[in-house]
């Protein structure tokens, strides 16, 4: 049973740095494109950054140079690096995962045509001016 669990989202203030974990269970992330979406109520469900099985990364415009998408060495963790936050990064964010053979840069662009197969439960991150 595949399972992804995120933690570390808190309220922050402008310009301060967050990190979120996505810790999985039931999958190899050999096996997997990762990703992070976030959802807020006016702009729905976007892709923020994805990780493929190669180690590449692909970050959406508004976050790029300012969040990076990693994975720890044992491969059962994915984090979410989240640096200069302003308070239109306020979402609920959410940690995913493809199925194999999807590359970062197409689980990002193919949102939400090419839907993740597994989703997280969400991890709030608020930041106030």
């Known amino acids: 049973q595949v399972r992804l669990v995120e933690t570390g989202g808190a309220s922050v203030q402008t310009r301060g740095s967050l990190r979120l974990s996505c810790v999985a269970s039931?999958?190899?992330?050999?096996?997997?494109?990762m990703g992070w979406f976030r959802q807020t109520p006016e702009k729905g469900r976007e892709g923020v950054g994805t990780?493929?099985?190669?180690?590449?990364?692909s970050y959406s415009d508004s976050v790029k140079g300012r969040f990076t998408v990693s994975l720890d060495s044992a491969k059962t963790t994915m984090y979410l690096q989240m640096n200069s936050l302003s308070p239109e990064d306020t979402a609920m964010y959410y940690c995913?995962?493809?199925?194999?053979?999807?590359?970062?840069?197409?689980?990002?662009?193919?949102?939400?045509?090419?839907?993740?197969?597994?989703w997280g439960q969400g991890t709030q991150v608020t930041v106030s001016s």
């Open positions: 990780i493929d099985s190669a180690g590449s990364t």
């Open positions: 995913a995962a493809d199925v194999g053979g999807v590359s970062a840069k197409q689980a990002l662009e193919l949102y939400p045509a090419l839907n993740p197969n597994f």
């Open positions: 039931g999958i190899v992330f050999s096996s997997y494109c």
